[in-house]
Every structure is written in C-alpha cells, then in structure tokens.
C-alpha cells in the first residue's frame, strides 16, 4: 500500500488481486446482491486510491481497507433505504455426490443464513469480519475502535444469538 499511496498507481492491481474476493464476500453476506456486492468492491478500491494520501505507514492495510468497506456498506443502506434486516438471502446449491447429504447441507446452509439474517446488524457483522474473513480479533478491535477483550466478547456472545436463531429456525421446520 505504501507503494500505490506514494505514486505507484499500477501497484493498486496487486492489491485489488489479493484482497478483492474477500471483499466481495465481506459484502455479499450483507447485501446479498452479486452485483451490488460487486459494485460496491469497486467502489472500495475507489477510495482506496482517492484517499491513499491517508493510509498511514505502519497501521494495517486491512484494518483501513475494512474500514472503508464499513462505511461504504452504511453508505449503500442509507442510500437505497433498506435496512440490514430487510435484505433478503439467496440460496445456493451445492454440488455433492449424495444427494441426502446434498439436501441436508442445503438444508444447513438455509438455516445459517436464515440465522444470520434475523441477527443483530452489529452481531451479524462482526461474525463475518471474524469467522468469514478471517480477521484477526486485533484488528477488528482496532476497527471498532475497543479492546481485543471487548471484541472477544461481543464475537462470543454473537456466536451465542447465531446458535439461538438457528435452533428457533430449526425447530419452526
């Protein structure tokens, strides 16, 4: 990042190239719009290079590239007045020799994402940046601006409505 905030523009590519997918993820669990999610990791990398003046050396690339997807997600709610709870899921299939095991994880997959999304907005990010990222708790910390403890908490309790919400769900089946 240091390269691209002093000049070297092109280095923005090797960027985008190893951290595009797990933004388009970050963003795909929320928005649940391909094409959204894809637009709004364009415009992640957008900022990136509008404001690169701003990246200071030292800090975590991931922790400020995190923090622009944050807002450009807050952003995207606000603008097309939907609330992180309205959003509705998409259902995808997945590929399996058995087809009992296939309807079962299909099955599975339904109910998680049902769960995620009957979550707090809060929890639910915080289970994504943790769990599907695969952020380090010190950066989310860092994110949200609290201490590795607070985050380890707040993840844990997240983890306890998750469980919550997929037992009600699977128990209304």
């Not at 929320?30 to 094409?35: A, G, P």
């Not at 990136?48 to 690339?61: C, M």
């Not at 997240?158 to 009600?168: D, G, P, R, T, V």
């Amino acid at each position: 990042m240091l390269m691209v905030k002093d000049g070297d523009v092109h280095k923005l590519g090797l960027l985008f190239d190893r951290h595009a997918q797990g933004l388009f993820n970050y963003f795909q669990l929320q928005v649940r719009e391909r094409f959204k999610s894809e637009d709004l990791v364009q415009n992640v990398f957008y900022k990136i290079l509008k404001y690169r003046h701003t990246f200071k050396e030292g800090a975590d690339f991931r922790v400020w590239m995190y923090a622009i997807a944050r807002n450009e997600k807050v952003n995207f709610f606000k603008t097309n007045r939907v609330s992180d709870e309205e959003v509705d899921s998409e259902q995808t299939d997945e590929n399996s020799d058995n087809p009992e095991n296939a309807l079962a994880s299909k099955a599975d997959k339904k109910h998680l994402t049902r769960a995620l999304e009957r979550m707090s907005p809060d929890n639910r990010e915080l289970l994504i940046l943790s769990k599907y990222t695969g952020l380090p708790y010190s950066q989310i910390a860092e994110m949200f601006e609290c201490t590795v403890g607070a985050i380890k908490v707040r993840i844990f309790r997240a983890m306890q409505e998750l469980k919550a919400q997929f037992i009600n769900i699977a128990e209304e089946q």
